[in-house]
């Protein structure tokens, strides 16, 4: 245990959904993957693997565990929350097991992920259906939309049917509790060097017959830009509200999520791939969520803030070998530590080890923190609100058709956010209070359109 000091132990133990609320983790009760917990002083921090489990290498001393996250569950055992241990020459290993109880009802989310699109080559995109909740979902049935020009070349599993560039999937095994359903789908894209520069959007639906939560995250847009040379190991930031890659815009955005792609450009095989992630102070590591791999992985928190992520046994061919299947990733979300001042610099670098050779370094993923409504429009479509000002039924027209939109105050909190899938409609505004506000509006077509208005 390097980082714990000399003499040290450990704290160790299950984190775990406790149906019956018994406290023992029977055979019904699914293990709870990825979870936080803080142990204070320190802070030190630890994080549950695919089974559950954690371990924590700590010095003799006082100590409370506590697992973080923004809610969502019940803790049962132990019933204090800062749950107190001591390790010393006598109990030097520690064992506190967290019996939960869900308070999540059902919710199932769609993600989407893909390789570099490249004129000529075959690309892929990896597409996940997950149960964020501890309950039981119906049979799912999931459509993968391909975009124009690219076509389709195959799909794990074998789908249901292939309609023109929609690609379906029905009678999908009822998701348990936090379980997920991988799809992976091989497109074409042609070999037209003048499509470098141009954006493709794919999207990705899901759908069961049980009542959820939250039916917006069923679906999900994913919008990439045809490359010619590029750097195939990569770390990119996507914000809570997806209006920028550069800007994290305080009050408004929430989540920042990463995504670190690698790709084996060797010449032989890579058996093993390493990734490492030093979080920058200006993030909140008791906030850390898992997201998706392209590959089985292990995770764990090293010294200094540093996240590794290590496929083992990963066999990733070179790309001369087999391109698409050259390529893996691995994703998380995190949030900023609060309070983030205007101007703050959020800036992450990961790197990449295949086998025993010296790390790939990403460039640099940097987010600045501001105030600003000033959202840059990415569509030549136009909207018009009437009128404005005005008083209560607010007048939406665009010359595309709205899928989303977001009203924001003068000091960059979001007021309101809806659907339309319409290319006009009308907002009550009445609740708002008098001043000035900024609507942005996300186009099906994945464009953004903004305007401001004023409330009287």
């Not at 030190?44 to 001393?61: C, F, K, V």
């Not at 923004?70 to 064992?95: E, H, K, R, Y």
């Not at 964020?132 to 789908?159: C, H, M």
């Not at 959007?201 to 017959?209: E, I």
Request: include cysteine.
């Amino acid at each position: 245990m390097p980082s714990a000091g000399n003499p040290c132990g450990t704290v160790s133990g299950d984190v775990f959904l406790d149906h019956d609320q018994d406290c023992v983790q029977d055979a019904i009760d699914e293990p709870i993957p990825y979870r936080v917990l803080e142990v204070l002083p320190g802070p030190e921090y630890a994080i549950t693997d695919a089974d559950g489990h954690y371990a924590l290498g700590l010095a003799y001393g006082n100590f409370t565990i506590d697992h973080q996250g923004d809610g969502g569950f019940d803790q049962l055992c132990p019933p204090a929350q800062q749950q107190p241990f001591t390790i010393n020459g006598v109990t030097s290993d520690v064992v506190v097991d967290f019996a939960d109880s869900s308070l999540t009802p059902l919710d199932v989310i769609a993600s989407l992920y893909s390789t570099p699109i490249r004129p000529g080559f075959q690309a892929g995109y990896s597409a996940y259906v997950t149960n964020n909740s501890g309950q039981l979902s119906g049979p799912v049935e999931a459509t993968f939309t391909i975009p124009a020009p690219l076509t389709y070349v195959s799909a794990v599993p074998v789908p249901t049917s292939v309609v023109g560039n929609t690609v379906t999937w029905t009678g999908l095994p009822a998701l348990g509790a936090y379980d997920q359903h991988y799809l992976h789908i091989t497109v074409q894209v042609p070999p037209d060097p003048l499509l470098i520069g141009t954006f493709v959007t794919a999207t990705l639906s899901a759908s069961q017959p049980i009542a959820e939560s939250d039916l917006v995250n069923n679906s999900i847009d994913l919008t990439r830009e045809i490359t010619g040379s590029y750097d195939p190991n990569d770390k990119r930031a996507r914000t809570s509200s997806g209006w920028s890659d550069a800007l994290y815009y305080i009050g408004t955005d929430e989540w920042v999520e990463y995504v670190i792609r690698f790709q084996n450009t060797g010449n032989d095989t890579a058996f093993t791939v390493v990734v490492t992630d030093t979080l920058s102070e200006e993030l909140d590591m008791a906030s850390f969520q898992q997201g998706v791999a392209s590959h089985a992985f292990s995770v764990s928190f090293k010294p200094d803030r540093v996240i590794e992520w290590r496929f083992e046994d990963i066999d990733l061919p070179d790309s001369t070998t087999n391109w698409v299947a050259s390529n893996g990733f691995v994703s998380f979300r995190i949030r900023p530590a609060l309070p983030i001042a205007p101007g703050t610099v959020i800036e992450n670098t990961a790197n990449i080890y295949f086998d025993f050779n010296p790390p790939v370094i990403t460039e640099p993923s940097v987010l600045v923190a501001e105030f600003s409504t000033g959202v840059q429009g990415q569509s030549q479509d136009d909207m018009r609100l009437l009128p404005n000002p005005v008083n209560d039924q607010l007048l939406i027209s665009s010359d595309g058709t709205i899928d989303m939109i977001t009203i924001i105050a003068a000091d960059g909190r979001e007021v309101m956010r809806r659907r339309m899938r319409t290319t006009s409609g009308t907002i009550d505004v009445s609740g708002l209070r008098a001043g000035s506000f900024f609507l942005v509006a996300i186009l099906e077509n994945g464009g953004i359109v903004h305007e401001r208005f004023i409330k009287q």
